[in-house]
């Protein structure tokens, strides 16, 4: 089983999106800061979450949800007025 995930910042209300087959391993590994290109929004909360069958389909999810902005502010804007 394969995970696209939105998470969220703690620190400015900022989205992250990415793909893991381990989703606690990689929550985990966000809020330790080992990934370093957003290790200074430490700590993150997991908002948003989709499951794949397979690595390929989880990937090319991935990609377009960071490559269109439209789809990705989408759904932002259903997580935002959730509340």
Do not use: Q
Request: net charge positive; proline share 1%; charged share 30%.
């Amino acid at each position: 089983m394969w995970f696209v995930y939105f998470i969220k910042s703690k620190v400015n209300n900022s989205y992250y999106v990415g793909c893991t087959g381990d989703i606690k391993k990689r929550i985990k590994e966000h809020n330790s800061g080992k990934i370093k290109s957003i290790k200074h929004l430490v700590p993150f909360i997991l908002v948003y979450l989709e499951l794949y069958a397979n690595k390929t389909i989880a990937l090319k999810r991935e990609l377009e949800l960071k490559n269109n902005s439209f789809k990705k502010k989408e759904i932002i804007n259903r997580l935002e007025n959730h509340k």
